[in-house]
């Protein structure tokens, strides 16, 4: 295994640990300690939203680790690169798009609460996921067009 390599692999298995431990832990205590103050119509919504916005993250983690065993494997540069950036690209999309749909709860909780910065904590993780969706969009249309030079060049006597 490449070294390079090695330490993404281990940054992208450190990413998910927290959030890992957030979807164990850091999300179901908070629901029974604020399940008194926030109505269940506001709160429990909200919480369905996060645990089903963490299936389409770690499906992106582990489309990243793929990505990583193909560089590896010198295969960086072929369809199958090509197909897991598209998926990574679907899945911050719909990552974007769960917290997008969950905004309009994440306001009113903070009007309830008085707090505008749980607002501010939807709004940077839906524009985090957009930015890597177009991110992923980038490079999977550059790395498309790198694979079409190089067939072309393939071909070319």
Do not use: W
């Not at 890992?20 to 629901?31: E, K, M, Q, R």
């Not at 709004?123 to 490079?139: C, D, K, R, Y």
Request: glycine share 4%; with cysteine; aromatic share 10%.
């Amino acid at each position: 295994m490449k070294r390079e390599t090695l330490f993404l692999k281990i940054a992208v298995v450190l990413i998910g640990i927290p959030v890992l431990a957030l979807c164990i832990i850091g999300l179901s205590l908070p629901a029974s300690e604020t399940a008194g103050y926030y109505p269940a119509y506001l709160l429990y919504p909200l919480i369905i939203g996060m645990y089903a916005a963490a299936i389409p993250f770690f499906a992106a983690l582990y489309q990243a680790l793929r990505l990583l065993s193909f560089i590896d494997k010198n295969k960086a540069f072929s369809e199958l690169s090509v197909s897991v950036l598209r998926k990574i690209k679907y899945c911050a999309a719909t990552i974007s798009i769960l917290y997008v749909a969950s905004l309009p709860l994440f306001f009113l909780m903070a009007q309830a609460d008085d707090a505008p910065g749980i607002v501010i904590i939807g709004l940077v993780i839906t524009f985090a996921s957009i930015v890597i969706a177009v991110f992923a969009a980038l490079l999977q249309k550059l790395l498309k067009s790198a694979i079409d030079i190089k067939s072309e060049n393939d071909l070319t006597i």
